[in-house]
């Protein structure tokens, strides 16, 4: 376990400095207009609902763009990552845009011992995130342990159905694992998934999946109640590439041919009982 969080570290240590230059993740903008939303966060608002004044968690934040964006909706944000160099760009941004930010670097498996039980009225997490923790169950754990009682979970990942694709394969098929697997998938690519201006030499990472099965039940053991999920049929990011395209308004990718085939991401609310 911890090889391989060490192996993924390496990995995002690198990919933070590249993603901060990239025009992808949109710090120009965030930096020159006060009332920008990253692009994540635009799609999440209309479920977000209104979260002024909420003490909220964005687990696994990289970069901190949604982070920021959240405390531009009126949030009073934390941010936690285990990449000291996502959290220098983070930081960075932060104090660029005048965002009042407090961020942490630590595993979300050490969330609860770093941040506080108790503390949160929302716990975020962004899309592409449990892809890089081998239990869901600690990490559902870990999120009842941050919510104070009748606090909420918002989150949008990729869907487990998108993961267990072969993306490099025309048509794209189900090669991975659905359901939680014990070993690593190990990859090697050197490419990451915006336009940078070079290659990753620390291109080794380490991913599990976890099918909603899995998700649903371990939040439901740890007290919480599932108070909304809907399946979509778009990313964030070009998954699949030569087999998506992007639709411009929404700034998300879709399969070109029947998008309604493959559910390609998913949003699950849920709310800690009392």
Known sequence: MTDSFAVNKANWDERAVLHA???????????????????VVRFDRPRLGDITGLRA?????HLGTDTVSLSRLGASMTGLDFSGAALTAARRLASTTGASVDFHEANVYDAVEVLG???????????GALCWLPSIARWASVVAGLLRPGGRLFIREGHPMLWALDETADPAWPRYPY??????????????????????????????????????TALLENGLALTGFTEHDSVPWNAIPGQMTRDEAADEWRMTDTPSRVAASY????????
């Open 21 to 39: 230059a990239s025009p992808d993740y949109s710090y120009a903008a965030l930096a020159a207009d006060p009332a920008y939303l990253s692009g």
């Open 57 to 61: 968690v964005h687990l696994q934040c």
């Open 117 to 127: 039980a108790g503390r949160f009225d929302l716990v975020y997490t962004g899309i």
């Open 179 to 216: 359901f939680e697997h014990a070993e690593p998938l190990v990859f090697d690519e050197p490419e990451t998934y915006v336009a940078v201006d070079r290659k990753l030499e620390n291109s080794i990472s380490h991913s599990w999946n976890h099918s909603l099965g899995e998700i649903i």
């Open 267 to 274: 949003t699950l609310q849920a709310v800690k009982g009392g």
